[in-house]
């Protein structure tokens, strides 16, 4: 295990929020933490793992792909399939089975493509809680099968109009609400970022994903994977699919970032390329920001990659040297998405594609023959829209 | 001591309590706020509570927001602000105190900002979204500088953390009214006081109120159970009101005279 006291990743990570919310959190810390050695915790949330969400999850060899690559033997860690569409149910079942634990009546979230906010409306309403999801103006403009999808579920969607009225502004909305309804309330953050225990406790709600798929690739290769790779935007797919590989040093960890329009222009999400060390919604991490300490918007054809920070485990993964952060632009990801749907049968979300794109790089990179697994994080099905009009 | 001890060992002496007025900088402009400064120091204003405008203020309610991101639209960056205190500095000695968020000021460098600061005559900073577990490298320098460092108490904090606070913080000690962001309320919960004098077991340092307080007879109350009172968005609100007119200086003064005449 990762060390982690004080809720830090080296330099990265802490509590950096307002004071009405710190015993609220030092509660939740605790909480946590005897839930995480509770048996019965445990086997709730596989119940609803298995029955709810359909895990586990398949790991697939994706022959054709790996045929057209020719170096690689490619495996898919398919998350797409899960209830809801991608990994984020993962993390919203863990951490509602946490707020029940600490009698918390109302669920607030925050999302950006929307996914996140899907994923957190369906278990309020598997449970039966009230759900209020804050989504940028903007967000729900370009994501409205998603709003109405969380409506269905029961939940209500808060418009934010402050700021770029993007996740961003999203999460400082939802903040705000935790602050002033912090007694009923609980925050379900959807990636490895916010204050401590967040970032711990999302990262051990999506291990699973990691833990699963070394055991299945060791039953099919009898040996370990040579690369894992994962989009990274917050970075919980990754983080998740990660995290159960971090002691195996042999296996290579590359984290994709979204470039935009390229690293070079003001239009990406790439925080661990271009960001600096500073502080957004609660911890310490990796942040783009101008000369003067204002957050910058971040931009890309993914909707869940497009966040100006990034999770503080990651900032120390790249720090320590234990993964290698790569970015590919919004066409790189387009291309590897159609790839995908054409050899494959499959489309992954766009978010996915950022990851899927580095194996074209990574194919010519291997000197000889390598096994990767791919974190298909989620279903490309959110976004023909966004396909159909990118030119 | 600097400034603000030397306020509040002043008000001590003649039995007042304190008036803290918090404006956000560089909104509409930074003229204006020098005005502002000065004319608040004619109106029984105590101590300055300077804004410093950030991308992302999730303590702050809509007033506070819109005057931050109108000011950052014109361009005010932390080291303007501080500029502008050093020529306000040659007018006015009225201690001033800046109000940022951690991320500017982290980057800015720590250690540089209170030394920066210091020298241009601001006496301290407060810096919502730092809690003092957070800001041990501050305090130090801090300390070093004669610069006080505000930490807040809000009603949900237990009783483990409160001595820590009080230790860390040093000018005045924030009491938050009511959990959640900045903005006016029209009511308040009435175990304040009792809160208040119990931290007063514990300290001597000065304890003031804010969050929502907006009118002539919240002032008073407020006062009544504490050190002093720190109003805000009822204030920026009132620039909000009167932006682009000739007379605005005039009429928040006049706004503010209102409240400070309340004072206990």
């Known amino acids: 295990m990762l060390s982690n006291k004080n809720g830090r990743f080296g330099q990265f990570g802490g509590r950096f929020v307002p004071e009405t919310l710190m015993s609220l959190l030092e509660d939740l810390e605790k909480v946590y933490f005897s839930l995480k050695k509770d048996k019965k915790f445990h086997a709730e949330l596989d119940f609803y793992l298995k029955e709810f969400a359909g895990r586990p999850t398949n790991l697939y060899h994706a022959k054709r792909l790996s045929a057209y690559y020719k170096t690689l033997k490619i495996y898919l860690k398919r998350e797409d399939l899960l209830h809801t569409g991608a990994h984020k149910i993962n993390n919203t079942l863990g951490q509602i089975l946490v707020a029940k634990r600490m009698g918390k009546a109302r669920i607030i979230a925050e999302t950006g493509a929307g996914q996140h906010g899907v994923a957190t409306a369906a278990v309020a309403a598997l449970f039966g809680l009230k759900c209020e999801v804050y989504m940028g103006e903007e967000d729900m403009k370009r994501q409205a099968l998603n709003v109405y999808r969380m409506q269905l579920f029961g939940a209500k969607v808060i418009p934010v109009t402050s700021g770029s009225k993007t996740l961003k502004d999203a999460m400082n909305e939802a903040i705000r609400d935790w602050v002033t309804n912090v007694h009923n309330t609980f925050y379900l953050i959807g990636s ?69 329009h390229g690293l070079n222009t003001q239009q990406h999400s790439a925080s661990l390329h271009k960001g600096h060390l500073g502080v957004l919604h609660g911890s310490k991490s990796q942040v783009l920001q101008t000369s003067n300490g204002q957050i910058k918007l971040a931009y890309s054809i993914a909707a869940g990659l497009d966040y100006p920070g990034v999770g503080p485990e990651h900032s120390f993964y790249k720090e320590s040297g234990r ?14 998405l159609k790839l995908l749907s054409k050899v494959e049968g499959i489309i992954p979300a766009m978010e996915s594609a950022h990851a899927l794109s580095y194996l074209e790089k990574l194919a010519k990179k291997v000197k000889d023959k390598a096994s ?17 009009n990118f030119i | 001591m ?19 007025a918090f404006i956000t900088a560089g909104y509409p402009d930074l003229k204006t706020t020098k005005e502002l400064v000065l004319s608040f120091a004619r109106v029984g204003v105590d101590i300055i509570e300077l ?23 014109k361009g005010i960056t932390l080291e303007k602000i501080l500029k502008l205190v050093a020529e306000i500095r040659e007018i006015s000695q009225i201690p001033i105190v800046l109000m940022s968020y951690y991320n500017p000021i982290f980057y800015y460098g720590e250690k540089r900002f209170v030394e920066c600061a210091k020298k241009c005559g601001v006496d301290g900073v407060i810096i ?13 320098t801090a300390k070093k500088n004669d610069f006080s460092t505000v930490f807040f108490l809000s009603p949900t904090t237990k009783k483990p953390r409160i001595k820590n606070i009080v230790n860390a913080s040093s000018g005045f000690i924030y009491f938050v009214s009511v959990s959640g962001v900045t903005g006016v309320r029209n009511q308040f919960s009435s175990s ?11 300290t001597k340092k000065p304890i003031c109120i804010g969050f929502g307080i907006s009118t002539p007879q919240q002032v008073k109350t407020m006062s009544q159970i504490s050190d ?24 928040v003064s006049f706004f503010v005279s209102q409240l400070t005449s309340e004072l206990s």
């Not at chain 1, 204050?195 to 999506?206: E, L, S, W």
């Not at chain 1, 993964?323 to 590897?336: G, L, N, P, W």
């Open chain 2, 2 to 20: 600097n400034r603000i001890d030397e306020k509040f060992k002043e008000l001590k002496a003649k039995k007042k309590k304190a008036f803290i």
């Open chain 2, 128 to 140: 919502p979204d730092l809690p003092p577990e957070e800001a041990k490298n501050l305090i130090v």
């Open chain 2, 51 to 73: 804004g410093v405008p950030f991308s992302d203020p999730l303590a702050d309610g809509p007033t506070i927001q819109t005057a931050s991101y109108k000011a950052l639209q």
């Open chain 1, 323 to 336: 993964a290698q952060y790569v970015a590919v632009t919004d066409k790189e990801a387009v291309s590897a």
């Open chain 2, 192 to 202: 304040i006081k009792g809160k208040i004098i119990a931290v007063k077991k514990i």
């Open chain 2, 228 to 251: 002093g009172v720190i109003v805000g968005s009822a204030i920026v609100s009132e620039i909000l009101k009167h932006e682009g007119r000739k007379d605005l200086v005039r009429k």
């Open chain 1, 192 to 260: 490895v970022a916010g204050p401590h225990p967040y970032p711990t406790m999302v990262r051990d709600f999506q291990s699973v994903i990691g833990q699963e798929a070394r055991a299945q690739f060791l039953k099919k290769e009898k040996s370990l994977p040579d690369y894992v790779l994962a989009c990274v935007g917050g970075g919980s797919n990754a983080m998740g699919i990660f995290h159960a590989f971090y002691n195996d040093k042999k296996v290579k960890f590359i984290g994709v970032e979204a470039a935009g």
């Open chain 1, 372 to 388: 990767v697994i791919v974190c298909l994080s989620g279903r490309g099905d959110k976004d023909m829209e966004t396909i159909k």
